[in-house]
């Protein structure tokens, strides 16, 4: 009785990881569709948007891809998933370069 309760906790306590991973991964991929659809919008409006790097919106929507990126990897090494496979996440997960390399990075002071 007392192991089928323990299971019982042990498997609520997967399902419960599972569904924070999941939850960690889709706000990595909200994020990232944000910063996409900022771009994609900039691209279009013309002139007045040449340097979306420099764009102070962009620059927010960056820090919260590059921050939900941290925390999924973080999320994920805590579970025991490898860190061996973060090229090939990356590369799924389609994580441009500036977000990937700002991770961990402290933003600048508004």
């Known amino acids: 009785m007392k192991e089928q309760r323990l299971a019982a906790v042990r498997s609520e306590i997967i399902a419960e990881r599972a569904a924070s991973l999941r939850l960690s991964e889709q706000r990595l991929r909200d994020a990232l569709a944000a910063l996409v659809r900022h771009d994609v919008l900039a691209t279009q409006s013309g002139p007045r948007h040449v340097d979306p790097a420099g764009d102070k919106r962009r620059a927010r929507l960056r820090n919260a ?3 939900a990126c941290l925390v999924y990897i973080i999320q994920r090494e805590t579970l025991g998933m490898s860190a061996g ?9 389609g994580v441009p370069d500036d977000v990937w390399n700002e991770m961990g990075a402290a933003p600048p002071p508004p």
Do not use: K
């Open 85 to 93: 496979d973060l090229p090939r996440l990356r590369q799924e997960l």
């Open 65 to 67: 891809a590059s921050t």
